[in-house]
């Protein structure tokens, strides 16, 4: 066997386990040599569009349609016209996918019923159904790819076309219907009953589905059997796209570290790949980041996802709310309304939409949101939504002294979210409800859901609305608790080195301006990647996160932006980090303990430029380099720890 024909051989056996990356570059190779038949172009296009390769991709098949269709083989080539319009739409270039489905119908328009037809049909409900907004073409679309899978036995084509026509049903309002045969297709798709890509067609779609209904429940279901299957089949997801909906799913039930991990990771893997999900990564990590508190990134993130074609509300006009910008705000919301037709589209503005109306007292522009929220919520039969106009009616009653229908009301929605495990919504719900009781003067329940409130807040590290909490409870003339329990975290400690020496160097003035610039720079990147800033006590900060590996990334982050800084003006502090993972007593806002006290001492042996980590929490993070372990003594720790200096440039 020839060295070429070895590399064809074993690059179609890669492909075959789904070692998509090994399989591009051996057919790559071999068809440079000798160049591929049909059969392995579209091989490499398969492998190319699983690795985020999209030109490569496209390239790949247009060769394999031409050999196709020299070769008289129409329906394969109409298969192949139909995944270059699939390409070309993900692209953005809707002119050129639109020529390439027009040749698919030519080509299948005078021949026997096939499959092929049947993944027409199926093309033509995704079109009408996501392109054109009219659900009953798309149900009957789908309900023609599903006749022709049913007669010629197609399992994948029979799958994606039920799964279409559940979709088409929940968007004209017939969920009950709609959502079961949705779940009837997913189930042997994450069965591994289906190929790959279906496989992935099918989740992404089911993911959609349930956030359209806020049924995160559901979502959260089929994310966990999702996840089993990729590590059945080694594959990490569609490039980018699953991630961005695990992501949202995620966050919502209050994983935010994780969560963000996962949206900025599909931000890098879809760049240049698909227009659309890259979009909607960077609008998911703008939300995000809107949430922890950080209004700066936030706004960048937005904006990425409005200049690559993604409407950026409801969160742009929240961040204007939060900026102070309550007319911008006002604007951003009535405009993205007035051009939004969908009901369930809808749903996700109008609790916005009652929130802004009552920051500039406008009762009447909240109350009909409100009121419409619950129509929709009636008539999708969402929990999630109900929730939703349970808290916007509650907002109204607030503003219109109605304090026992506000506590009626935010009452059943603190119970709704609760049993739908979505942490934020809770803590948020219960800050209406204690305001409510306080307002009808009873202090005691009052007191309880407030702190109830900035516990779940400060957990989850929602840094705005914890203060905010906090600055309730102490209007109410109550000492917020102090918390309790232990939690296992990731402590930071940052510090900047020879400060003395800078001040005296720089003088006053300008060492206020250079403090305030790095605390802004590291607030940013803690937000970023879900710290908890617990302290900050003169020029260093002490940060809690959820898992080591997003701790490093922060602290590598950090380290760097110094030095680009330091490039690029000539000057930047030099910071020393520490890291340690342990458990630690939670008390109010703040973390108390052996383990706090051994991150702290592990930072004090970093130099300036330096991240220094205990082995077992370097060992415990992936895709780091870290120096050979040290043994050291810690001040008024007995038994010894071994450490690392961690390689960050």
């Known amino acids: 066997m020839t060295e070429t024909a070895q590399a064809t051989v074993e690059g179609r056996e890669a492909i075959a386990r789904h070692a998509w990356r090994e399989g591009y570059t051996l057919l790559v190779q071999a068809d440079e040599t000798e160049g591929l038949a049909a059969e392995d172009l579209e091989r490499v296009g398969e492998a190319a569009w699983w690795t985020g390769r999209l030109d490569e991709c496209i390239s790949a098949r247009e060769r394999a349609f031409a050999l196709r269709l020299d070769a008289g083989e129409t329906r394969r080539a109409a298969l192949v016209a139909m995944a270059l319009a699939k390409d070309y739409y993900a692209k953005g270039s809707s002119t050129i996918g639109s020529a390439w489905f027009a040749r698919a119908e030519k080509l299948l328009a005078d021949g026997p019923e096939c499959v092929e037809q049947g993944w027409l049909e199926r093309l033509r409900s995704v079109i009408a159904l996501e ?344 209007r109410a003339g109550v000492q917020p608790g102090a918390g309790g329990g232990r939690a296992a975290k990731t402590f930071m400690f940052t510090d900047i080195v020879r400060s003395t020496s800078l001040v005296e160097a720089i003088g006053d003035e300008a060492w206020t301006d250079l403090v305030r610039w790095h605390d802004r720079t590291l607030r940013s990147l803690f937000a970023t990647h879900g710290g908890e800033e617990v302290d900050h006590a003169g020029d260093g900060f002490f940060v809690a996160f959820a898992e080591p590996t997003i701790t490093l990334e922060c602290a590598v982050a950090i380290q760097r932006s110094l030095a680009d800084h330091r490039r690029e003006h000539g000057f930047a502090p030099q910071v020393r980090i520490g890291l340690h993972a342990a458990e630690a007593a939670r008390q109010g806002g703040g973390y108390k303990g052996r383990g706090v006290h051994e991150a702290a001492r592990i930072a004090s042996l970093a130099d300036g430029g330096e991240i220094v980590a205990s082995r077992a929490t370097a060992d415990s993070a992936s895709g780091f380099e870290a120096s050979v372990p040290r043994e050291v003594t810690l001040k008024g720790i007995k038994a010894p720890v071994e450490v690392v200096s961690v390689d960050w440039r």
């Not at 079961?180 to 069965?191: F, G, K, Q, R």
């Not at 959609?208 to 059997?225: H, I, N, S």
């Not at 922890?292 to 993130?301: F, H, I, Q, R, T």
């Open 131 to 474: 392109g054109e907004g009219d659900y009953d073409k798309a149900h009957a679309h789908a309900r023609r790819g599903l006749e022709i899978a049913t007669r010629l036995g197609d399992r994948d084509l029979m799958a994606v076309s039920l799964h279409d026509e559940g979709r088409a049903l929940v968007m004209r309002g017939d969920v009950p219907e709609g959502m079961a045969l949705i779940d009837e297709a997913t189930a042997p798709a994450v069965a591994g009953e289906l190929s790959p890509y279906n496989t992935g067609v099918v989740y992404c779609n089911t993911i959609v589905a349930c956030k359209e209904l806020a049924d995160y429940r559901r979502a959260g279901d089929w994310t966990d059997a999702a996840k089993r299957w990729c590590e059945r089949q080694a594959i990490a997801g569609f490039p980018g796209m699953c991630r961005v909906y695990r992501a949202s799913v995620m966050f919502v039930q209050g994983a935010w570290a994780e969560a963000e991990h996962e949206a900025r990771q599909a931000c890098e893997e879809l760049k240049g790949f698909n227009l659309s999900y890259t979009a909607e990564a960077f609008y998911e990590l703008g939300e995000m980041r809107l949430r922890a508190g950080d209004l700066s990134a936030a706004e960048e993130a937005l904006t990425q996802a409005h200049e690559l074609g993604r409407d950026p509300q409801p969160g742009l006009a929240l961040l204007r709310l939060a900026q102070g910008r309550a007319d911008g705000a006002r604007r951003c919301i009535d405009q993205a309304l007035d051009e939004e037709t969908g009901a369930l589209h809808r749903a996700r503005l109008l609790p916005a939409q009652v929130e802004i109306a009552l920051a500039g007292d406008d009762r009447e522009t909240a109350r009909a949101a409100a009121g419409e929220l619950g129509e929709i919520a009636r008539t999708f039969g969402s929990d999630a939504l109900e929730a939703s106009a349970l808290v916007a009616r509650a907002r109204v009653a607030r503003a219109g002294a109605d304090e026992r229908a506000a506590t009626r009301e935010a009452r059943e929605a603190v119970q709704i979210w609760r049993r739908l495990g979505a942490p934020y919504e809770t803590a948020q719900a219960r800050t209406l409800l204690g305001e409510a009781y306080l307002a009808t003067g009873d202090e005691e329940n009052g007191a309880l859901e407030l702190q109830a409130a900035l516990t779940g807040f400060e957990a989850l590290g929602a840094v705005r609305d914890a203060r905010a909490a906090r600055e309730k409870l102490g």
